[in-house]
């Protein structure tokens, strides 16, 4: 079991701040990394899927950065806004065989 | 619209019971999975299939086996519940052998008692 690690746990900010979190990964072998959304009562929704060192990828508010050399990626979110709370997740796939390993996920709160 | 679909949202079972939890995407996805959420934990993989009557063992497959008789439908068995088995399950399913976003269900919250 792979060790994938994010933070902070959890997050509470005013409605219009920007914040951001980190995953951490392992550094060797590297295939792919996965950020979700899962709000409370829904499913988990793919954010970005990120395959290449130094890729950047925005959807909207939303944007996430990958180092594979150093392991970790980082979301941002611009001018958080209430809907956009939930718990982000992080995955690792280090074969391509779609087999993921999930960090515990940053809980954020925006608050009105 | 991408769907998977779960039989239960909650559901309530006794130690020793046989449960089946079924899971159905209408996608034609040929790679299906189930984790289990628990506290503190991230999703962890129980079993997966890339395709029909095949599956693979996750990370932590004691206790469970899976069936997929069907291309759409994958279903994981608790052969004789255990209390350690109270968790929340989530199915997801993804396109063909390349990176791929999953989608996944609403998940069931099973408590064996």
Same mark, same amino acid.
């Given at each position: 079991?792979? *060790? ?6 959890? /997050? *509470? ?6 914040? *951001? ?25 793919? /954010?970005?899927?990120?395959?290449? &060192? ?11 950065? /990958? &180092? ?20 982000? /997740? ?7 065989? *779609? &087999? ?13 | ?12 079972? #006794?130690?020793?019971? @046989?449960? $089946? ?17 628990? !506290?503190?934990?991230?999703? #962890?993989?129980?079993? $997966?299939?890339?395709?029909? @009557?095949? @599956? ?17 439908? $994958? ?27 999953? $989608?996944?269900? !609403? ?7």
């Amino acid at each position: 079991i792979l *060790n994938v690690e994010q933070s902070p746990q959890s /997050l *509470n900010v005013q409605e219009g701040d920007s914040t *951001n979190f980190t995953c951490s990964f392992p550094s060797s072998n590297f295939y792919a990394l996965h950020w979700y959304r899962w709000e409370t009562a829904k499913s988990p929704e793919a /954010l970005f899927v990120m395959t290449l &060192n130094g890729d950047e990828k925005k959807k909207g508010r939303i944007s996430a950065t /990958l &180092n594979t050399k150093e392991g970790y990626s980082y979301l941002y979110i611009k001018g958080s806004q209430p809907e956009d709370s939930a718990t982000y /997740l992080c995955a690792f796939d280090q074969t391509g065989a *779609n &087999n993921l390993f999930f960090g515990t996920g940053t809980r954020l709160t925006v608050i009105p | 619209d991408v769907k998977v679909t779960q039989s239960s949202r909650y559901l309530v079972k #006794r130690t020793g019971e @046989k449960v $089946f939890l079924e899971c159905v995407q209408d996608m034609d996805h040929e790679n299906m999975f189930w984790y289990r959420q628990d !506290p503190g934990l991230g999703l #962890r993989l129980i079993y $997966f299939s890339y395709d029909v @009557k095949m @599956k693979e063992k996750g990370d932590i497959p004691e206790g469970y086996s899976v069936s997929r008789e069907k291309k759409e439908r $994958f279903s994981l068995i608790l052969e004789s519940a255990s209390t350690n088995q109270t968790s929340m399950y989530l199915c997801a399913s993804s396109l063909g052998l390349a990176v791929n976003e999953q $989608f996944f269900g !609403p998940g069931t919250r099973l408590t064996v008692l």
